[in-house]
T-cell receptor, first 112, second 114 residues
Framework: AQSVSQHNHHVILSEAASLELGCNYSYGGTVNLFWYVQYPGQHLQLLLKYFSGDPLVKGIKGFEAEFIKSKFSFNLRKPSVQWSDTAEYFCAVNAVNNDMRFGAGTRLTVKP | ETGVTQTPRHLVMGMTNKKSLKCEQHLGHNAMYWYKQSAKKPLELMFVYNFKEQTENNSVPSRFSPECPNSSHLFLHLHTLQPEDSALYLC?????????????FGPGTRLTVT
């Protein structure tokens, strides 16, 4: 069965620090990959997605993610975080004709 | 706003009560989903409807009963719940379950079972 692992449960950074959140999945076929963000008290919203093509995907608010097929990874990055990036981040994967599977989430706290 | 609304936003119910959660999407999508979000756990997919037909039931206890009267509305009927059912229940929609898609989420209903 598909599974998604996010190894960092809680990350604490200072403003302007660089961010990388790990995401690994366990499925060998063609996959679609997503990162969602949930700001405090708000709904889940899409940050970025990968379906095919360039493995380096750019999303909203300066986030990007890189799909490395050989490592089954889709890590999220941002060169310089802001206090407003404090939120919970969820990686999600769906294989063709399968439903989406989410990771447990990584809580990011950015200190001003 | 994502175009997916959920009511109520908060619900406290006793174990013998019967209540319903409502979800409505204004996006013209054909697939709708119920998820359970508990702290420090992955989102758990509960039910999937595609073109009003239930296509997935991930071993959800029968005390949860979904209903999809049309492609814009989705309900989750609750009865004789347990305290461990306390969680955030999220509704989502997407264009079509069977093609590459992104899901749009509602704000959730925070359920507390006492």
């Amino acid at each position: 069965a598909q599974s998604v692992s996010q190894h960092n449960h809680h990350v604490i950074l200072s403003e302007a620090a660089s961010l990388e959140l790990g995401c690994n999945y366990s499925y060998g076929g063609t996959v679609n990959l997503f990162w969602y963000v949930q700001y405090p008290g708000q709904h889940l919203q899409l940050l970025l997605k990968y379906f095919s093509g360039d493995p380096l995907v750019k999303g909203i608010k300066g986030f990007e993610a890189e799909f490395i097929k050989s490592k089954f990874s889709f890590n999220l990055r941002k060169p310089s975080v802001q206090w407003s990036d404090t939120a919970e981040y969820f990686c999600a994967v769906n294989a063709v004709n399968n439903d989406m599977r989410f990771g447990a989430g990584t809580r990011l706290t950015v200190k001003p | 706003e994502t175009g997916v609304t959920q009511t109520p936003r908060h619900l406290v119910m006793g174990m013998t009560n019967k209540k319903s959660l409502k979800c409505e999407q204004h996006l013209g999508h054909n697939a709708m989903y119920w998820y359970k979000q508990s702290a420090k756990k992955p989102l758990e997919l509960m039910f999937v409807y595609n073109f009003k037909e239930q296509t997935e039931n991930n071993s959800v206890p029968s005390r949860f009963s979904p209903e999809c009267p049309n492609s814009s509305h989705l309900f989750l009927h609750l009865h004789t719940l347990q305290p461990e059912d306390s969680a955030l229940y999220l509704c989502a929609s997407s264009q079509d379950r069977n093609r590459p898609y992104e899901q749009y989420f509602g704000p959730g209903t925070r359920l507390t079972v006492t």
